[in-house]
Nanobody
Framework: QVQLVESGGGLVQAGKSLGLSCAAS????????MAWYRQAPGKQRELVAS???????WYEDSVKGRFTISRDNAKTTVYLQMNSLKPEDTAVYYC???????????WGQGTQVTVSS
């Protein structure tokens, strides 16, 4: 199993920046893709950004050019740098990883990001 612990959420004004991190432990050798999802009140959880073991990245359209996902060389920590934040970015942000040979994602507990206007 993999355990994921997120940190870095909080309250920030619109236009400011915030960084999230997620540390993985456990069977980390099996981790392939690492990602960030978010869920706003009354909305479905959505994929925000992902990064493969080879470093390929994907971003949801609304965050392109503002958010940057990265991971360390040991592939145990994934980061999400969020710039030019907007009130509509307010959500609980979840770290998630895929493991080799395992269907589905492993999830962190989530961290609240609130952007005030």
């Amino acid at each position: 199993q993999v355990q994921l612990v997120e940190s870095g959420g909080g309250l920030v004004q619109a236009g400011k920046s915030l960084g999230l991190s997620c540390a993985a432990s456990g069977t980390i050798f099996s981790i392939t893709t690492m990602a960030w999802y978010r869920q706003a009140p009354g909305k479905q959880r959505e994929l925000v950004a992902s990064i493969t073991s080879g470093g390929n990245t994907w971003y949801e359209d609304s965050v392109k050019g503002r958010f940057t996902i990265s991971r360390d060389n040991a592939k145990t920590t994934v980061y999400l740098q969020m710039n030019s934040l907007k009130p509509e970015d307010t959500a609980v942000y979840y770290c998630a990883v895929k493991r080799r040979w395992i269907t589905g994602w492993d999830w962190g507990q989530g961290t609240q990001v609130t952007v005030s206007s």
